[in-house]
Each structure stands twice: as C-alpha cells, then as structure tokens.
C-alpha cells in the first residue's frame, strides 16, 4: 500500500505461494470471523501460536480503540499524535479487513430427507410462486379495498394446492419458506398446504419458531405407521396437539386401537382434553365405540356427556339411541282422537336423570318453552328408523305430509331436520328439504345444512332449481354445499341469476359472496359462454347510477379468474408449454 | 419437462419470463399493481410485433391508457404510457408485460403498431440511433481534468469550451483540498476529546461534517461522513467500528493530498471514493475501452441513500470471466431508470470507471433482447476471502467485493429453532437476520459469516433450497461477512 499513512506492511503483499508468508496472513484475524475461530476445540501447536499472535493483535486494536475512547486531551495515544493513531488505526484496519480468515461454521443442519415426488411442471411452478406472493403481508387480496377486473389470486391458492396434492408433485424447495407462511397463516389451508410441502418443509420448520406448528399438524402424515412403543410414546409424553394428531392417525388405521389408546389415559386427561379427544372419534364412529361413549355419558364434565351423547345419537344401533327411540314413541304418536290420520304430540312433562345422563340438556335456551325443548332433544336424538313403524309404515315423504295437531308442526319438523343431519340420513334430508321451488320461509329446517345430506349429484340439481327459482340473496350457504366445480345445470343457473340482479338494477356488491363463489367454483369449460356479459352496458334510464360499469368489472373479474383456473390446471397437467429461461446444466 | 424456449434468429427473444418483467418493477407495490392488470379483463387493442408491445388498458377514468414497450431499443428497453404515473415502468406496462409474458391471446401477435404507439417508438428509435453515430456527447463537464477528449469540433469554440471546462475542474479540486484539510482538522479534533462523547452527540455533528462535504463538492465524503451518524447506536463494539470508518476517512482525506505520490490507479481510486466520476457518456465514447460480452445479470438491489435511490446491478462477463457493477439513481422517491432482468444475459458493450477494484461500468449499446442466462462459475469461502483481500490493496475503501460461492451450505444459528421470532432477530448490534448465520463450504470446515442486514425471508429461502444439496450463491464478500443476493439451484436462478 503506498498512501502515505502508515508503516503496515500490506500482508496480500507476500507471496502467497510462499508456506510461511502464508502463515503469516492467516495470523491477522478478524474480529467478527475470530469469535468463531475461539470456539474450535482441536488445535495444533501452529494453531496455538496463531492464537497467541491474533491476541496481541487484538490487543493492538484494543489499545488504538481505547486511546480513541478516552481522547487525546486525557492521556497521550500511542505514537505521540492524534494523527499517528489515525494513521496507525487506518493500516490496522485495512490489515484486519485483508487478514479476515474463514470461520468455522457451528452444527451443520442435518440432511433434509428425500422427497421422491415428481416435480412441477415449470410454468405451474411459476404460478404457485405468483399465487403465494399475492398471498403475501399487504399483499393485493381482499384486504387492499375494492377488487379490481383482475382475479383474486389468493383465493385460487386452495383450489391449486389440491389439484397440485391430486397429482402428486413434489414442492419446490425455494417456495418452501412462502409455503410455511401460507400454511401459519390460514389454518383452513394447513393440512393441503403442508401435505404439498411434504417432508422438507417439516425439516425446515425445525430451524424457524415461527414454523412450529408444522411440527405437530405435519405429525399426522409422520406417524401412521409408526411402531406400537413409538406411538405409545407420543401418547404418553407428546404435546396436546401431538397427541391429537396420534390419535387421528391410529383411528384412521385402526378405529379400535385409537379408542382403547383413549380408554388407556382417559381417567387422567382434563376436561378441556377429553373433549377434544372425544370429538375426534367422530370420524369413522362405529358401534364397537359405543362402550367407552356409554361410561362417558358419566363423565365429571357436563360438555364431555353431553359430546359422548350426542355421538351416540348417530350410532342408531347403539341402546341410548334404543332408550331414546322409547322416549319419542311415547311422545309422538297417531293422532287417533280426530280421525284425521295426522300425527298427535305429547311433549314430555319432565327431564328425569336419565334423560339428562343421555345427553338431554334440562334448561331450554330464553325464549323456548322447557317442554318444547326436551321434546325437540328427545326426537333429534331418536333414530329415524322408528317412524315409519310408529307412524304407520309410511315414507319420510308421506310422514313429513301428516298434519300435526296442536301446533306442534314446526317443533317436530324442525327435530327431525336435526336427527336427519346428524344420522346422515338422506331419505328423510330429501323427504325434509322438500322442493327447490317450494317457498322459501316455510321450511322449519337449513336446506344447507340438509343438503350436505345428499349424494352431490344432487345436491348440484336441487341447488340449481332453487337459485332459479328464488335468486341469489339466499343462495350463498346452498351454493357453498355444492361440489367444486359447479355442474353445468348450476353454473348456469347462477351466471343467469347474475344476470336478472344486474338488469334489475341493484349494484354487483350484494352478490359479492356468490360472485367470489363463482369465481372459484364455475366450471372453466363454460367461461366462453359468459364473455358477452364483460361488455359495458349503456346506462339506462332510473338504473342505479354507474351499475353497468361494477357488473362489468365484476364479470371481466369473473371471466378472468376462470380463464385463469383453466389455465392452472392445465399447467398442472402439464399441457402449457414452458416459457422460462432454460439454462445450461451447472458446470455444463 | 416443457420444451426449451425459442429464440428466434438474431438472438431475439420471443417473450420473457413472467420472472423477468416482475424484476424491472420499481417496487413491490408496482409489482403487485402490475399483476393486477395482468388479466386480459382491462385491455383493448394489445399487440406485439416489430420489437414492441402495445395496449389499451381500460382505467377508472373515461378514456383508456395507452401502454407502449420498446422491447429492443438500442439502450434497453423503453416504457410508455398515457397515464399520470411516476412510477417507471408503470403498473400499466408491467400488466401488459405480464399479461404478454404469460402468453394470453389477447395480445395479438405480429401485427404493426398503431398510430399511437408508432410515433413514440420511431422517436425512441431514432434517438438512439442519432446517440449511437454522434459518438462523444458534446463538451466533457468538467469532472477529471485532461483526461476528457475534446471532440471533433470546430476549432476556437471547441477550445474554449475545454478551457472553461478546465478551469472549473481545477476550481473543483481547490474546493475539494479545502474540504479535505478541514476533514482531517475535525477528525483530529474529535479523537483529541474522545470518541466516548459520539454516543451522546447523535447524527447532527456529523450531518453538519457531511454538509460542509457537500459545500467542498466532495459527495463521496459527504456519504461516508453520513453513515458515521448511526454507529454509535449499532451495539456492542461501536467504538471500533467508529473508529475504523475514521480512520478510512482520515486515510482517504490524505489520499486526496498526496494523490500525486500514488500509483495512477491507486490515485484514480482516490478521486472516485472522494466523488469525482467520469461522465458515462466520456466513458463510452473511448471506443477502445468498450467490453463486449455476454453479460450475466446476477443481482439487483435498491437501496435508499439520502434522498436518492441506488441501484445496483452487478454483471459478470462470460468470455472475460470478470465482474462489472451499474450504478442507476432515483430521486425523489422515483425508480431507478435501469432495470436488468436478473439470471438472464445481455450481449452487450461497456467501459469500466478507472480505480475502485475496477468494478464499476457504464453499460453501452445492448445488442437484442435479453438471452438466457447461464450458472456462473463460483469459488470457494478461502478464495473469496483471498479476493476481497486482493481487492483492498487496489481500494483500501472497498466493504466487499462480488463473487459467486459455490458448493456451500447455510448453517443457521445453533438457536434459530428455539428463540422466538424470525432468525434470531432478537440478538443485538447485528441488524435484522443475519446474525449468527453463516455459510459454510460443503467439504470443508471453513464458513463466512453472513452479513448483517441479510433479510430474513433471504436466509430462509437460502436454507431451502439447501435441502437438495449444496447451493451456488452470488454476493459480496467484505469485512462485515457475506451478503447473499442470488442463489442457484439446478441451473435455475432464484433471486434471494
């Protein structure tokens, strides 16, 4: 170095083919390298040397920065001058910054584990990256205001992860990161999103706090076939969550296993835990559950009774099913006193311990009458196989037509919507939510709730008709019933719907619940048919000022976010060409 | 897999990567604006064709903007549009990029500009090629004296002008000489009362030193004397970093004064970091210095500096094997004109600015549309040490120095698992991320540190791609450790 400042022999100066030149370099350590040079346990003696020199040196620099400190006006610096310490202060500095040796690094991560799924085809690799960056913090969702013409590209992310888990592939390592985000930040994503991100990402999650919870939701496709002390160890000292998981897992290998594992601890666990545990039998529920369900109903805590009992009502062959079945033929019956053939009700006068140890809840919510109230409990819990034996041999549809007398139409309707949903019963769901065209408000029961009853198929048709038949301003929580994509007979009947609500002049964000439906569950196939809706209409006279453009916006969004699933999963199925950069192979 | 993209004759590429036009945005919010307009929904009257693309897109107002690009105008590529944006390019262009890149039919292929897309481009073009054939652009402002050609111009006048030029460069350099004295009597005046008051006295002395720099016309000054200010807030170990920057500065002040003493390139290196540079135009006119290769973009990075954005783009040329690095500024919150897609190359002429490393370049004419990139060859963490060395002996001001590290593996820090929040965060004085990982060498017991202010989503994304084996990363190797910018994985770039 030949700026005039200092005395310092520049080190890269040496040969560095020379051994002890070489030596010599590696002797001006770094302050911010050397921490970790401290650390090493294996020394030789040349090393140890080193070590000794790097600590004068570091004295060296120690005694300019304290001379700095202090100042000159308090104690003379090393060299006589304010002048001589910078200059000696500049060539250590350059010197500490050429002598930098490498650090040694401290506990390598373990190797990730193998992913043998196939990988992405390139462009739809492009689009998950696109998809997660919209997910991003203040990123262009539905949190940034009004939606513009262009699609919600967030809200596709689902819809792309399970066709992406549909195929199998492997997800790629560098969106890994924005996967775990995605996963922490939408619970009702996790499960999809951490079953893409596969085996890597639970490695990765090992590194980063805020990535924990993929430990223990990523648990249940760790440990399904885990060995038997395994699993009882998990069980034995896990996490709640862990163990949660565990037991989900054995349930679906081996329902039994998974209930006498419960049984094993049960008296042990707190209240709050039983009950999540005990809900989690509610998957694959079978009769050979309904011992341990029956001790439950004698549990100190009255949600975990009333949980047990209720899984016991959707066992229909189970005997608290057989005790209520008794209770409601006694209350409901052929009303024989008006020759009418209808049905006679004789609410129950009490709520006896027994009937509160099957689950029967004794104190009706404000407003209700108590005997209206055990009696709708009593029916619900009942198995709707009982009726058509105590009400003469009809069918769901010809029990449901029977007049009711006194006024208890409603009650009892209402009761067997409940059994009809909670059994999973679908004559009685058809027979109960009637005709798509019937008016709406007379129905006791969810037509929702009845509908995720049914076999899809039908669930699509009787969807169809209703949205037909009665617009769209009940149509949200049916249409969320229906299977993804719409059928076309659906599809159509809404964009129809859309369309009469447009041209009766109200604005697009009324609808805007169905149109985000739309979006995401009208067939693709279909999206040519509906590109004449996208035009701007010419404003009509006493039409809501501007209307025509929002629906517009609105269909172009439409149209847009459809054009865009088609090309999706046409990405995923590998029938878009690739447009990336195709590069050499390293070092080719 | 999908077949490789094609390129037509003449290296023109047929369309960019979705990746790449998201990497010209000026921001993230551009970005994300830019997506949004990427559906065919809003645009009308969108075509390509002829090395441009054009559109109509329909806004929240009566009439729809126009949109043009210049795909390959002589000096990279031109944006237009009739909105009132200041953003460059505008949500408008990267939408129409995107909605282009991704292939959607509504950008009609091969069809001639329309009128009001033409008048633009003609212009555009016709302007570059005028820049092209007149060579050295009139007269050299008055920056390093002598050293700036004089033109073909007619006699007296063309003298004239040089002599004025002359005279305000030596005014200059008076101005700096002054500046300097009066550097070096302050930093001498501070270490004589003791860097222990720093602490207390906050930015304002040193803003107030950076002031008079700028009075001395001495930018470079200004902007060191401008970084001292937080040092003293940095955490444990301030006093030696405070110090060591003096002392830089002190060494540089010197410099300045004895620059007649040194080698001519250490001396160019002193009239640089002091903020004397040559106008790029100057530089590019010595057609003997032009670099024509294929140029490599392997990172770009903003960063905000007084009221100025700073772009860098670091390049590295294919036949020399030899980095370059652009510098492109914005002011007043504006994007930085320059905007390179990064992992793809550029055929592609510039000069480097003498002294510093011989880093620093002006890019020339560009020759067609960006190619595919390529994976650059890497070095080991001793080779990069050893570079950064080599390095400061050319520019003893140099914080690092780019390369390409190959084979290594990030190695979180120890508590990276347990402590809470993202990458150790929490842990002092080190800036966010970055502290205590480390990226080691996969065969050997030797790592970098990484340096501070590495984002935390960088390390991460840089730890996953890990899981596959060794990366490939390019950075910059200086004295506060490495900062990674741009990873490698399977012959694919991935920004970091």
Redesign the interface.
Known sequence: ?????GTGR????AQ?SNGGAREEQEDHG????RE?REKRGNHEEREDRGNRKEREEQEG?GE??AA???????RR?PGGS??A???A??T???R??????????????AH?PADGRPPL???AE?RL??LL??RAP???GAASGRR????D?GELLPQWLAEANAHGYRAP?????ALLDAARARTDLRAETLAFAGP?AL??A?????WKFALRDGVRRRAPDGRPDETEKVWQEGLFAERVALLTAVRRRDPDAATALLASTWQTERAEDRLMFLDSLREGLRLSDEPFLERALADRSRTVRATAAELLTALPGSALAARMADRARGCVTPDRTGGSGGIAVTAPSACDADMQRDGIAPKPPSGRGERAWWLGQLVEAAPLEVWGEQLGGATPAEIIALPVADGWRDDLHAAWCGAAVRQRNAPWARALIGEPTDPFAEGPGDPAKLLSVLPEEERGAWAARFVAAHGLSEAFRVLGMCGVPWPLPLGRAVVDALEIARDAGSYPWSFSGVMGLAERCLDPSDTERLAPL?AVPDEKEGESPGAGAYWA?SF??L??TL??RS?MLAELR?E????????????G | MAPPTVFGMGGQAVRWTAEQVRALAPDDASRRAGSKLSAPGPWTEAGWGNGALWGQCKGSGSKPYQTVVDLDGGQGPGYRCSCPSRKFPCKHALGLLLLWAGGEAVVAEGGDPPEWADGWLGDRRRRAERKAARGPAGAPEGTNAGQAAAGTGNGADERARAEAAHRRAAQRAERITAGTQELEQRLADLLRGGLAGAEQRGYAPWEEMAARMVDAQAPGLAARIRELGAIPGSGEGWPGRLLAECALLHLLAVGWRRAAELPAPLADTVRTRVGLTLEAADLLSDKQALVRDKWLVLAQRDADEGRLTVRRVWLYGRSAGRHALLLSYGAGGRAPELALPVGAALDAELAYYPGSGSLRAALGPRYGAPLPGFQPPGTGVREALEGYARMLREDPWAEGRPCVLERVVPVPPSDAGTAGGTAGASRGGAGPGAAGWHLAAADEEVALPVAPGTGAAALWRLLALSAEGPVTVFGECGHRGFAPHTAWHQGRVVPL
Request: neutral net charge; aromatic residues 4%.
């Open positions: 170095m030949t700026v005039g400042t520049h080190p890269r100066e560095p770094h302050v911010e390298y970790d620099w300019l920065v700095a400190l202090l100042g000159a006006e308090r610096p304010v002048t310490l910078l200059d202060a500049a250590e500095t350059v500490r910054r050429a002598g930098a040796r490498p650090a040694v690094p401290g506990q390598r991560p990730a085809p390139g462009a492009r990256a696109a960056a919209d203040g990123g262009a513009g013409a262009g699609p590209l390592t560098a969106l890994l990161p890597r490695w990765l090992r590194y980063n706090a805020d996208a916006e172009q969004r149209l847009a054009r865009l090309v590998n878009v060409p690739d447009s990336g950069p195709e590069l050499p192979a390293p070092n």
